[in-house]
């Protein structure tokens, strides 16, 4: 698929196009392959305040920072959070470096980006990816996440805070 949209002879369909306008293969390919959003995250119950943590969904490959059971996802993880045009803009957990949050905010894709470097991999290499640094959220109790609180690029996390009382958040 060429990146160019038909009607801005040169301008990439992401900057020509709002999410609202971009058909499903190019909303697909806007993902950056960082696996963040499939991390599970934790909210302070009086703040709203988010937690990272390295904890995967059980679908997620971490090595490749993909789903393993992209089109059913919702089937066998009921919780999962599609993303959506409305959900890109009122979901508070996700990356700065999200390209749905960014072309949603009027902003610019980072150099590391495939549709802008021209290969999948630049995202691990920046690392910015999760790739081969998460566990696994099977067979793991909700009260140890808590041990498991990291900082993503871009994201704060006070790990002095861990015993706040947090809840899961899909």
Not at 128 to 139: A, I, K
């Amino acid at each position: 698929m060429n990146d160019r949209s038909p009607d801005h002879d040169d301008v990439p369909y992401w900057k020509a196009k709002s999410l609202e306008e971009m058909p499903p293969q190019e909303w697909e390919r806007l993902c950056d392959g960082c696996g963040r959003c499939c991390l599970n995250k934790l909210e302070d119950w009086d703040t709203g305040e988010i937690a990272w943590t390295n904890v995967a969904c059980q679908l997620l490959d971490g090595h490749a920072c993909r789903c393993r059971q992209y089109e059913t996802r919702h089937e066998v993880v009921p919780d999962c959070v599609g993303l959506s045009p409305d959900a890109v803009r009122t979901l508070t957990w996700l990356p700065p470096s999200c390209a749905y949050r960014l072309i949603a905010e009027g902003r610019e894709l980072y150099w590391w980006h495939h549709l802008v470097s021209g290969d999948r991999e630049t995202v691990h290499q920046a690392g910015v990816s999760v790739q081969d640094r998460t566990v696994s959220e099977v067979g793991m109790e909700l009260e140890d996440y808590e041990d498991h609180l990291v900082e993503w690029p871009g994201q704060d996390v006070d790990v002095a805070e861990a015993d706040r009382k947090y809840e899961k958040i899909p």
